[in-house]
């Protein structure tokens, strides 16, 4: 298995930390709007990880 690049470590590191933000803000009853937000970082970001693990070959 390939080494992931560090764009990949710091897209999954803002992807668990985005997911957690998300989680706390619905626990502690914060709007809801701002952990949409949350979770869309958290999607977008495992997105990107996944997408930059890609071979060019």
């Known amino acids: 298995m390939a080494k ?13 930390l985005s997911a957690a933000a998300a989680v706390w803000n619905g626990l502690r009853g914060g709007p ?17 990880a996944a997408l930059n693990g890609r071979t060019s070959g």
Do not use: D, M
Not at 35 to 46: K, N, P, Q, Y
């Open 4 to 16: 992931p690049s560090p764009l990949q470590v710091r897209n999954i590191l803002v992807s668990v």
């Open 32 to 48: 809801l709007w701002l952990t949409v937000i949350f979770a869309l970082g958290c999607v977008l970001a495992a997105g990107s």
